[in-house]
């Protein structure tokens, strides 16, 4: 009997410690971009930040493309958008997105998925979503 | 599409090659090697499920709810790690369930298939946890969950995938209890064995929460050739997949004026240009387009046979088109709720028309089956708005509102286009028939299997209800008083069906226009325009419905 309520015990403060691990971990994943300043990948692809975000917006067509470091698929598109740039419409701005922090965007816009592109108007709604594929399905999808 | 079924199965099988399977393998191996068939089962079931039902239906739970997809997320690794203690530590897992059993009386499963259940609800977990690499198709899969538009083939496509990688990991542990089956160790020690898969689920779920899985991704991506990371995408590349599963739906039909088109398409998704948010369409049943099947082969009967089951009180959807008579009953309609009909004109011609109704609003339209001026059929996109059906082409799946006609989503939306009406009569068989001796009924024999004697929505017409929401809901009336509304010049009119019950000719005006309704012997309701003498098309529906597309709408009071 004892013994149980030791396990018990014990049990309690492991949920309770991997529970606290988990919120601080969580509730800390930093809107990584805000501080930084978005970096150029290549002509009209750059990385994400709410101030790059903002300008795209008002210059033209903007896509968010929601990439992970540990996505193949996304690493793939990426490397498709550096070598075709020039097949891409000039007026359309790609940024790239991180799955992993940008949390807020991601909800706003309901990805569940890693690979995910969603175009968006200058109010910053969506116009356009669709998951994986290289360039060719971005340049049939977008609008 | 069934082409690609094979593929999708042997792309699920190569996932689990690549390095993708390494943060579920531990747990794989370890339930292999505690040998309990019915928990392996129970795992491999588990993940296949959830992973083919958060491809195609997290996107709306996470809009739904309003949860982020990180909290499911973090939702699974805890259950895992309660299952993985539960192992650890038996005795704690009893108290529980002796605690939970004090409220909620249930059997505990001790039988054969021990452990099942709890193989089950841990896979179920990891199928959540874990992102694999996933491959051209269950991306396009998800892309059409996205924007909440399924059909058959597609829930067919994820879950055939899902089974591939089912199959995969079932080997996988098979392999691991060949293994431990020489080794007599495991037998004696099963206990320990028991709480070694404890661990390792408890490990596992630790790794992933920690995101150490997707360090070990980043990590391998790096150092393995893209050949092997990719293997499941180039596979299906091979057979050019991208072609067949994302079809020309974005495009516009470029058929010629006056020729039929009538093809599997897509439902039309981008909503550039359309009369609808997006967050206004709501899905209205489950399965995508046509889960409720329009009546595309009609056959018609005769009064005499129609009288055999139509009772006097019935209410039928009719027309008198270029001297064809016939009426389509409400309690056909209401389960396929769109005909695609023809008839065949006094010139010899054959005129394509469908005969629409939307239960929820009361409202019967008959309308040409043209689009951009090509023949084509309609069916029912599964989406409603404002309650209302809403229809989809076979020609381009642009999206239509029934009750206005207007193209709402795709290149008809933004083509500004409009069905063209015909004038559809709603009274009661009573009526009709007795003015129309020789008119033509729809017949049961519709090719589908249905209860045609039973209303599938109980008490709605009756009771004070919504099934969905509404905007501008206006209770001027009871919300669901029969009346028929009108268009003149921009401006709207509703009047109540009892109006003419008291008399059956009314003089009004609309928009400054002098007008005259009368109600005829079969139950029409003819409205005139008295200063062009036009006859204007009336709609029979339900008040809400009429207010929620015409907010501006006038009510006629006497």
Known sequence: MKKNTILIVVLAIFVVVIGGLFYVSSSKTPSASSAQKSEVLASNYITYTPAAFADAKNEGRTLLFFWAPWCGTCSFLDDEIKKRNSELPQDLTILRTNYDTETDLKNKYGIVFQHTLVQVNKDGSEVKKWIGGGVDLLKQQIK | ?558
């Not at chain 2, 974005?250 to 004026?257: I, R, V």
């Not at chain 2, 005769?302 to 009953?329: C, H, R």
């Not at chain 2, 009368?518 to 809400?544: D, H, S």
């Open chain 2, 1 to 558: 599409m069934i082409f690609l079924l094979p593929v999708a199965f042997i792309s699920g099988i190569l996932t689990i090659l690549t390095p993708c399977v390494l943060p579920v393998l531990p747990i794989i191996l370890a339930s292999g090697v505690e040998g309990k068939v019915w928990r392996i089962r129970g795992i491999v079931l588990g993940i296949v499920v959830s992973f083919t039902l958060a491809a195609l239906t997290l996107s709306a739970v996470v809009r739904i709810l309003g949860i982020p997809a990180d909290t499911v997320r973090n939702i699974a690794v805890v259950f895992l790690l309660i299952f993985g203690l539960s192992l650890v530590f038996p005795v704690v897992w009893n108290k529980i369930l002796g605690f939970v059993d004090r409220f909620w009386k249930f059997e505990p499963v001790k039988t054969k298939n021990e452990g099942f259940t709890g193989g089950i609800l841990t896979g179920a977990s990891l199928g959540l946890v874990w992102t694999p690499c996933i491959g051209p198709i269950v991306a396009s899969v998800a892309t059409l969950a996205a924007v909440d538009s399924f059909s058959g083939s597609s829930i067919l496509l994820v879950s055939t995938y899902s089974l591939g990688i089912g199959l995969g990991l079932y080997l996988i542990a098979k392999a691991g209890t060949r293994v431990s089956e020489k080794f007599a160790f495991f037998k004696e020690k099963s206990q320990i064995v028991n709480r070694i898969l404890g661990v390792v689920i408890i490990g596992t779920a630790i790794f992933i929460a920690v995101g150490a899985d997707r360090g070990l991704r980043t990590w391998t991506l790096s150092v393995l050739p893209e050949a092997w990371t990719q293997l499941p995408t180039r596979f299906e590349n091979i057979f050019n997949v991208n072609q067949f599963i994302n079809p020309s739906s974005t495009q516009e039909g470029s058929a010629e004026p006056g020729s039929t088109v009538v093809r599997d398409v897509s439902l039309q998704s981008d909503f550039t240009g359309a009369r609808v948010n997006s967050s206004d369409l709501i899905q209205g049943c489950f399965g995508g387009k046509d889960c409720i099947p329009s009546i595309d082969d009609p056959k018609f009967e005769s009064v005499q046979s129609a009288n055999t089951w139509l009772s006097d009180s019935d209410l039928v959807f009719a027309i008198d088109y270029n001297g064809l008579e016939k009426a389509y009953p409400q309690r056909i309609l209401n389960w396929h709720e769109i005909v695609n009909d023809s008839i065949r004109l006094r010139s010899g011609q054959d005129e394509a028309i469908a005969i629409t109704f939307c239960p929820l609003c009361g409202s019967a339209l008959g309308f040409e089956r043209k689009v951009n001026q090509v023949i084509t059929k309609f069916g029912v996109s599964g989406k409603l708005h404002n309650n209302d059906l809403v229809m989809y082409d076979r020609y381009e799946g642009n999206l239509w509102q029934q009750i206005t006609g207007e193209g709402i989503v795709g290149p008809a939306a933004r083509r500004n286009e409009r069905l063209k009406q015909i004038p559809v009569v709603t009274t009661t068989w009573r009526e009709w028939k007795k003015e129309h001796p020789n008119t033509l009924v729809l017949s049961r024999d519709t090719g589908h299997i249905r209860d045609y004697d039973l209303y599938p929505y109980g008490t709605y017409e009756q009771d004070d209800e919504l099934l969905f929401g509404v905007k501008n809901l206006d209770r001027s009336l009871p919300i669901k008083t029969p009346v028929y509304g009108i268009e003149v010049d921009g401006k709207s009119k509703a009047y109540p069906a009892s109006v003419f019950e008291k008399s059956s000719t009314i003089n009004d005006s609309l928009g400054g226009f002098p007008l005259r309704l009368e109600k005829t012997k079969e139950g029409k309701i003819k409205v005139t325009n008295l200063n062009t003498n036009e006859e204007i098309i009336p709609i029979r529906l339900f008040w809400f419905s009429w207010a929620a597309f015409h907010p501006d709408t006038e009510l006629f009071k006497q």
